[in-house]
């Protein structure tokens, strides 16, 4: 045998190897105890939890997860925060297989897309989260209304990155915005507005352990401007998170006179560019707002 077809049978030896060596681990890789370990990979590192119905492994090594739900605790119930129908992971399966996780995500939800990864220990909470979306339509979202109490309407993007274990010192960051949206029946002086348009609505904020400092809110639209900033702290349950926040009202042409004269009666004399002062403090569940 010549050194060309030695060196051919070695390689091809090889190439057997790996070959069986891949299926057998896509055949004996535990996806119940990933479905498992995704789920409890969330609960550690945020205070949602994750549903997923049914997970599948295909030759590629690509996951397909069906009907994910991210629910937020509250108040003895799960409300839902996210769901989409269908989520393709992608996995890196011989980092899983020696207790490490590190997997990538897309898929669409409420006539948008979103896409991310995390990494970290198998067993614990990951060491980075990163979550992109694009035009995400809030009117489709069939339990946002009770959750936030109003209704809401628009088109939502941003992200959202998570570093560091929680148990140590986990920092991050959200930026989001809406855009061509608005939301109706939003209480306000005893009363409520019928619909505030949102012409564009941002929101921006850092996390610092158990901290999320939230550096600005910017709401515009035809009948409102509102700006805010403060801090949120985090507790558990997150029903608990104390805040400390202030806002800026001001109204615009379209803000019905009656509410206008009833806002001059509760809050104190408005600034310069028209704007009134309001500060949020107490707890989630409980908020207080104050004049300022």
């Known amino acids: 045998m010549t050194r060309r077809a030695r060196l051919l049978t070695a390689a091809g030896y090889v190439a057997l190897f790996v070959a069986v060596f891949y299926v057998s681990l896509v055949l004996a890789f535990p996806v119940d105890a990933l479905r498992r370990m995704l789920a409890a990979n969330v609960e550690a590192s945020t205070p949602l939890t994750l549903a997923i119905g049914s997970l599948s492994l295909g030759w590629d090594g690509d996951l397909s997860a069906r009907q994910v739900v991210l629910g937020w ?3 003895g119930r799960t409300l839902p925060v996210f769901a989409a129908d269908r989520v393709d992971v992608d996995v890196a399966l011989l980092p899983a297989a020696f207790g490490r ?3 990538r995500f897309d898929g669409d939800a409420y006539g948008g897309r979103f896409d991310g990864r995390l990494a970290g220990p198998r067993d614990g909470p990951a060491e980075t989260v990163l979550v992109a979306l694009d035009r995400l339509d809030l009117a489709r979202h069939a339990g946002l209304a009770g959750a936030a109490r109003v209704v809401v309407a628009g088109l939502l993007s941003g992200e959202l990155r998570l570093s ?6 986990r920092t991050g960051y959200i930026h989001l915005r809406v855009e061509s949206g608005s939301v109706r029946e939003l209480p306000m002086i005893a009363a409520s507005l019928p619909e505030v348009g949102v012409e564009r609505a941002t929101v921006s904020a850092r996390l610092d352990r158990d ?3 939230v550096e600005s809110v910017e ?7 509102l700006t805010g900033s ?20 001001r109204p615009e042409q379209r803000f019905p006179p009656t509410l206008r004269r ?3 009666v509760v809050a104190r004399a408005p600034d310069a560019s028209g704007a009134f002062g309001f500060v949020v403090l107490g ?8 004049p300022l």
């Not at 709401?219 to 401007?225: A, D, F, I, N, Q």
């Not at 403060?230 to 009202?249: C, H, K, V, W």
């Open 230 to 249: 403060g801090q949120i702290g985090l507790r558990e349950p997150a029903d608990a998170s104390t805040l400390n926040l202030t806002f800026r009202l």
């Open 164 to 169: 560091g274990a929680a148990a140590t010192r």
């Open 283 to 290: 707890t989630l569940a409980r908020p207080e707002v104050r």
């Open 262 to 264: 009833l806002l001059g």
């Open 219 to 225: 709401v515009r639209g035809p009948e409102l401007t």
């Open 73 to 75: 605790p509250r108040a």
């Open 211 to 213: 901290r999320l400092e």
């Open 101 to 103: 996780l590190e997997a």
